[in-house]
């Protein structure tokens, strides 16, 4: 072998590892930008990692349906399973109809029934959440955001933080702690407050008013959870999700029984439905957003967004 030849390949072999140590210094840093990345205006970031989802509770005495509630309480929440999710990024607070406004300027979608006849909401309304939006509206303006609504599971888990809480506050239940009604008196839209006058009743990773004001729209159909054993016509694809409870009273119930009802419903874990073309007055919703990568941010990602994976 000549000089020349054994000198060249020497030299190749030399720039290949400088070139690799210069890749994985340029990979390395980038990931450390990425990580230290401020959340996009009005979002937290929920890290990526495993959360208790559901419970294994039970309504042992049938209360739920002796009150006339249309299901066992727990029954649709169990069984209780950790699931492992992506980092992403949720609204701090709920879409508030200022917000939603300019979206409808923008694009000439229709806005919500109730700020008729002057096309804009009532006044002194701006940082209220916006409510009597269906699921489409919602999906809508995510997209216009450049946002989409959460999972089920990502929801959950901005609310209950690591640790599984009953509440967003934690675990111990309080008419003070939220946007709750403590009356069956309370049936108009009168009752919604300014999005994040609860700031002590955040949760772990931030968010506010996830219990309380409004329900909120998530991305998922109303499923079973894997091996859920409860039975209910109502499973399929044509009710959506809602998450939170709201102001409004929830249902003819006296004394404690009323408040009880009202914590349990509050809780975290629990699951509504409603029909996706439906609008209420206690309705709204807020928006999430996926963490990139560095490999998704190079080389792209699906624009659906994960459910998790079941640990």
């Not at 209780?80 to 979608?109: M, P, S, W």
């Not at 069956?184 to 949760?203: D, F, H, I, M, Q």
Request: proline share 7%.
């Amino acid at each position: 072998m000549s000089r020349n030849s054994w000198g060249e390949k020497f030299m190749k072999r030399a720039m290949s590892w400088k070139f690799k140590i210069f890749l994985l210094t340029l990979m390395l840093t980038s990931q450390s930008a990425c990580m230290l990345e401020p959340p996009p205006p009005g979002m937290v970031l929920v890290p990526a990692g495993k959360f208790i989802m559901g419970t294994d509770e039970t309504d042992t005495e049938n209360q739920a349906l002796g009150l006339g509630l249309q299901k066992p309480w727990f029954a649709d929440e169990s069984p209780q399973h950790k699931i492992y999710l992506k980092a992403f990024y949720i609204d701090k607070y709920e879409v508030t109809n200022q917000q939603y406004y300019i979206f409808c300027q923008a694009t000439g979608r229709h806005p919500p029934p109730h700020w008729k006849p002057y096309q804009k909401y009532p006044d002194g309304a701006g940082n209220l959440p916006v409510t009597h939006v269906s699921f489409f509206d919602a999906t809508a303006y995510a997209e216009w955001a450049g946002k989409r609504l959460p999972r089920e599971a990502e929801w959950e888990k901005a609310a209950r933080g690591y640790d599984g809480w009953i509440y967003p506050w934690g675990n111990e239940f309080s008419f003070d702690a939220a946007n709750l009604s403590r009356s069956v008196k309370l049936k108009t839209g009168k009752g919604l407050k300014p999005v994040g006058s609860y700031p002590a009743s955040s949760s772990p990773f931030g968010t506010e008013d996830m219990v309380g004001n409004v329900w909120e729209w998530v991305w998922d159909y109303y499923l079973p959870y894997p091996h859920n054993q409860y039975e209910s016509k109502d499973y399929g694809k044509k009710y959506v999700v809602l998450r939170g409870l709201s102001f409004m009273g929830v249902g003819h119930f006296n004394g404690s029984v009323y408040a009880d009802v009202v914590a349990k419903k509050a809780r975290a874990s629990y699951r509504e439905k409603m029909n996706p073309l439906s609008k209420k007055m206690d309705v709204g919703f807020r928006c999430a957003k996926d963490k990139l990568t560095l490999f998704e941010s190079i080389f792209g990602k699906e624009s659906t967004p994960s459910s998790g994976k079941e640990l």
